[in-house]
């Protein structure tokens, strides 16, 4: 074994709390979109011809988004938890923005790109997003703030004696 555990145990480094939040926030966020879906019975980009690319680029600018902003906030000492609301904002306009921007690339007019974006920003779509959003980044702060130990079975106290 190497060195002892500290016995207060300590913050999860920002590094590691920023990989898991993001990695947290694309499943959440696919499962979420996905289960929304289904809960309504409409398609997340009804539009049709679009194709997948504008969801793929919106969830791309959505998760660099979410894992910038989030980076920012955990770059503070402490890191504040009202730091999530600014990080789903942000992440939710990085979504619709690039959703709009993948649909034009697509070759659907601006009109067109324009209604895709604002029926997600105001569907329970979009509050998928934000709210996905919302709950990575206070997990990822949280991670970061609590002084929690390690998980320890029964037997390996030292004081059963």
């Known amino acids: 074994m190497s060195g002892a555990a500290d016995p207060e145990g300590g913050p999860v480094r920002p590094v590691t709390a920023l990989v898991f939040a993001t990695a947290a926030f694309v499943a959440l966020l696919i499962f979420g979109l996905g289960m929304t879906s289904l809960a309504i019975g409409e398609d997340v980009i009804a539009t049709p011809g679009l194709g997948q690319f504008p969801g793929i680029m919106a969830t791309a600018l959505a998760t660099l988004g979410f894992a910038g902003a989030l980076a920012t906030a955990l770059r503070r000492t402490p890191a504040s938890y009202w730091a999530s609301a600014w990080i789903a904002a942000a992440t939710f ?4 923005g690039g959703l709009w921007a993948g649909a034009v690339i697509t070759g659907a007019g601006v009109a067109v790109a324009t209604a895709v974006a604002g029926r997600i920003a105001t569907t329970w779509f979009g509050l998928v997003v934000a709210c996905a959003a919302f709950v990575c980044a206070w997990g990822g702060i949280a991670l970061v703030r609590t002084r929690a ?13």
Do not use: N
């Open 93 to 96: 306009l990085a979504y619709v």
């Open 149 to 161: 130990g390690r998980p320890r079975w029964p037997w390996e106290d030292e004081f059963d004696e």
